[in-house]
């Protein structure tokens, strides 16, 4: 019988730079994956298993690697678990760091320049998402959302934040912790994405699902459900349709369950904890809601299982035209696998409005080869955004860092 490591190669997409996801630390720039829902293993096909990564001091040499006529280069240095970042219109960057209690503020010097973060707003309870409305800014953490006033320029925070929403609406700690939020426009509403509190079990909402609330907090209700930890939210422009990329659950051996990459449906239901990929029944859980199992959506593009994507963003920009439409993510990678994967930045090609084939590697290099297949980084991809030049910018919560991937000069 083929090995697991050999059936996941299959699913591999030729390419000129292809790779076996046992060798994850050394895929290239340019693999191709594609992940079929119809090859892959029944569940405890392998046995669960903890391969946590092993951080090691970054060195100069150490950078992301990126395809031929780009570059990467440091843009940032000395923060404390980045993770989501929002781009102002004063071209300044806001920077989450949940583990601080802390947004921090960056100047976007031009570039290759370095930016300094100064501190913006403390206090907070593992802040995590961020968006801007209008003369305020809202953040999400564990306890609710806030609302504090802003204006282009602000070097820090002018007021104390005001939580809008009433208390419990985000169900406060324990199991996942990120809390997402993002501003859609066109219907004047907040998306906040909230994770389950286990790995797998039945679980009330507001857990494993995504809320929307009214721009004064008021009014939340499910928007979709049976989502085990959904962190990166976007709008697709164009559309204005949400999209989303889930992290699923452990347990079920190696190449299960994929992660995800899926536009929203309104009151859709995507199968946690019952069922996994639409109607693939989740062992000892699928006969507790039958009838719910059988309405689970199929999400729209799979990630190698455990890859563990954390954010997106939708390209728009020039500085890379053959992206535009296209979806970035980041793989903060995997912990819970015999073949470590994921620790990079992935592009997901869109035609038509929706995900088409596989995804490529974007950057890669976060991590060390040691050799004996253990997970060795000295980084990992958590936030993504896109600047108002057309470059990329990519937080790294284990080195504290974030990059800058761009055009290469002439």
Partial sequence: MRSLAAALLALLVASPFTASPAAAQDVAPGTKFEIRPDALPKPYATDAVANRSETVARTDAMRPQVPKGMTASLFATGLSGAREMLVLPDRSILVSEPSAGRISRLVAPNPPARARAMPFLTGLDQPYGMA????????????????VPYAPGDAKAQAKPRQITPDGAFDGGNGHHSRNVIWDPGSDRFFVAIGSRSNIAEEPAPRA?????????????????????????????????????????????????????TAVRESGFYGWPYSYLGQNPQPDLADKQPELVKTAIVPDLLFESHSAPLDLVFYDRSMFPDWRGDALVTLHGSWNRADPIGYMVVRVPFRDGKPVGGYEALATGFRVNRGDGAAQVWGRPAGIAVLPDGSILVSDDEGGTLWRIAKASN
């Fill in 209 to 261: 699902t995504i809320q929307v609330f009214a721009p004064d907090g008021s009014g939340g209700r499910t928007y979709a459900s049976g989502l085990r930890n959904p962190i990166g939210l976007a709008l697709q422009p164009g559309t204005g349709r949400l999209y989303t990329v889930v992290n699923e659950r452990d347990g079920l051996g190696n190449g299960l369950v994929p992660d995800y990459l």
């Fill in 132 to 147: 801007l409305r209008r003369d305020a800014l809202y953040i999400a953490d564990l306890d609710g959302l806030w609302r």
